[in-house]
């Protein structure tokens, strides 16, 4: 396995789902669009040789699983989702790193026509351990 510093990335721009995430009561009730951008730390070296799908990290899974998450999460904060969509996809273990940028397509700020968006990048955590036996020999 590459060092993360070695890694190769897969980017997917322009996931959009609609979402009830949001501080205000109306965002909760009515909704709006949210996008996500993803930068995934992956080794990609034997689909790079082969050519096998089998060999590579689908990516599709997780559109799909943001797509659903944005959908049913109800978080009061983009803080919380961004960093569900960061977990969500370190959960699988294949990727080693994960950058999300969330964004509130239309926030509903009087007088502002921008976007807003959060940004965050999280590492793979591996909990995975051996329980040793113990013993109590004096």
Do not use: C
């Amino acid at each position: 396995m590459k060092d993360i510093g070695s890694l190769d990335t897969i980017q997917l721009t322009g996931i959009r789902a609609y979402g009830y995430t949001g501080l205000f009561p109306e965002e909760q009730s009515l909704g709006q669009w949210f996008e996500v951008d993803l930068t995934l730390w992956v080794d990609i070296t034997e689909p790079g040789k082969s050519d096998r799908i089998e060999d590579t990290y689908d990516y599709r899974a997780d559109v799909k699983s943001i797509q659903e998450l944005v959908r049913t999460a109800r978080f009061r904060l983009i803080e919380k989702l961004v960093e569900t969509i960061a977990q969500t996809v370190l959960a699988s273990g294949s990727v080693k790193q994960v950058r999300v940028r969330l964004t509130k397509v239309n926030p509903p700020i009087p007088d502002f026509s921008g976007k807003v968006s959060v940004e965050i990048t999280r590492v793979f955590q591996d909990t995975s351990f051996t329980m040793g036996v113990q013993s109590d020999q004096h």
